[in-house]
């Protein structure tokens, strides 16, 4: 199984760029969810999903959208980059509502 | 108010040596679960160990017990016999409600470096 896939795994936006960040789960996971992680601030939760169609705000919303039309994708859209914005980038998912979250490799976003 | 707090932001420990890293949590909720999670220089995140608020004994897995106090909110990582392999970022986390469904916050992580 490849578990949960992130593309890219390196970026490099303008500001002002619009991007999405990929991520699909292949275990048929219900909940999945976005962190961004910057130093000394640990991870932070954007977005989350709970199954197709349903979406809900984390700590650090403000500049990303989601929507899950499918059990297997979650994507992640900057749809107008800032610096601010520079991080990496989680994408992790469990199977119901509890037990531990499976991370993705991470993709590392760099807004110039 | 942070609701995760490791309060150390870098420990040493030699090989062999026993560690225990520190976390304290803060929720009104009466079901909840702590994990903890390492993160290595290559950067995935790798989860060890988890303790729900109802577990009578304190979790263990391996090298890598957890320290449950609930009384005094704390879930302490102790890691036995450390490894050079050990050298690494360590998050704890706590699974609380939010809007209805269960989020994990994450603490601001120790890092950890395991010396011969």
């Known amino acids: 199984n490849a578990g949960v896939t992130q593309t890219p795994k390196f970026q490099v936006l303008k500001t002002g760029q619009s991007m999405t960040l990929q991520c699909a789960q292949d275990?048929?996971?219900?909940?999945m969810s976005w962190y961004r992680q910057d130093p000394g601030m640990g991870l932070r939760l954007i977005h989350y999903s709970v199954g197709a169609g349903i979406t809900d705000q984390g700590e650090v919303p403000n500049g990303y959208n989601v929507s899950r039309s499918t059990t297997e994708d979650f994507p992640l859209r900057l749809l107008s980059a800032a610096p601010s914005q520079t991080s990496v980038y989680f994408c992790?998912?469990?199977?119901?509502?509890?037990?531990?979250?499976?991370f993705g490799e991470g993709s590392r976003l760099t807004v110039l | 108010a942070q609701k995760i707090t490791q309060t150390q932001p870098g420990m040493f420990v030699q090989e062999k040596e026993a560690v225990t890293l520190d976390c304290t949590y803060d929720?009104?909720?009466?079901?909840?679960?702590l994990f903890w999670y390492k993160q290595p220089s290559s950067g995935e995140m790798i989860f060890l160990i988890y303790q729900g608020s109802y577990d009578e004994q304190n979790a263990t897995e391996g090298r890598y017990s957890l320290n449950f106090q609930k009384a005094r909110k704390s879930a302490n990582l102790v890691i036995s016999a450390s490894q050079l392999g050990d050298s690494a970022m360590y998050f704890c986390a706590m699974r609380e409600l939010h809007s209805g469904y269960s989020t994990l916050t994450f603490g601001k992580g120790t890092m950890l470096l395991v010396s011969p």
């Open positions: 929720t009104s909720d009466q079901s909840y679960g």
């Open positions: 992790a998912s469990r199977p119901g509502d509890t037990g531990e979250l499976f």
């Open positions: 275990m048929n996971h219900e909940y």
